[in-house]
């Protein structure tokens, strides 16, 4: 197997960054730490016989979210939701992340997430995603809407094509800061 372990990168002007990969005997990734001279990600899996992901920490020195994930996948292997564990209290870097996603007939539908500060219930982040196919089964458009703030939020509709054979041939893409709110409600409620 071509797996990568070691690397190191530097661009001109840049500080270089290491990253080493660790892998079990299947060749899913047990760890992986980039770091730099402003400090380091370090990422650890634990992965059931399939190779999905059960269980994810990353611990950064540059203070993100660093609660512990769990994921729970349908019997046909989709993801179906993703949710970070706190601790009590919560540490300083913890944030509760919810991730739940939606299928039919092996196609995501529905994606949604939402994250909150656990101490005073502040939501950071909401997106909603929403999935459309035509009859052949193939994705015909994509809805997006983003929210973090009141001022700061906003939407995409991206529509897919295909030529005559099947291939992709196109993607188009909107993008709204108009009403996102009133889609995102529908899109939560739906």
Do not use: C
């Amino acid at each position: 197997m071509n797996r990568v372990i070691h690397a190191w990168e530097q661009n001109y002007q840049q500080l270089a960054d290491e990253i080493r990969v660790n892998y079990d005997g299947l060749g899913a990734v047990l760890a992986n730490e980039q770091s730099n001279a402003y400090g380091s990600n370090v990422e650890e899996f634990r992965n059931d016989p399939l190779g999905n992901v059960l269980y994810r920490r990353t611990r950064r020195t540059a203070g993100t979210n660093d609660a512990p994930f769990t994921f729970q996948y349908s019997p046909l292997g989709e993801l179906m939701t993703s949710f970070s564990h706190l601790s009590n209290p919560a540490g300083q870097n913890e944030l509760a992340d919810t991730l739940k996603q939606t299928f039919l007939s092996q196609q995501l539908i529905r994606e949604n997430e939402i994250v909150q500060n656990p101490n005073d219930g502040s939501v950071s982040l909401e997106l909603a995603t929403r999935h459309y196919y035509g009859a052949d089964d193939k994705l015909m458009a994509v809805q997006r809407y983003s929210w973090r703030s009141a001022s700061l939020r906003d939407g995409t509709w991206e529509e897919y094509w295909y030529d005559a054979l099947g291939r992709p041939s196109a993607d188009e893409s909107s993008h709204t800061k108009e009403r996102p709110l009133e889609g995102v409600a529908a899109l939560f409620r739906s």
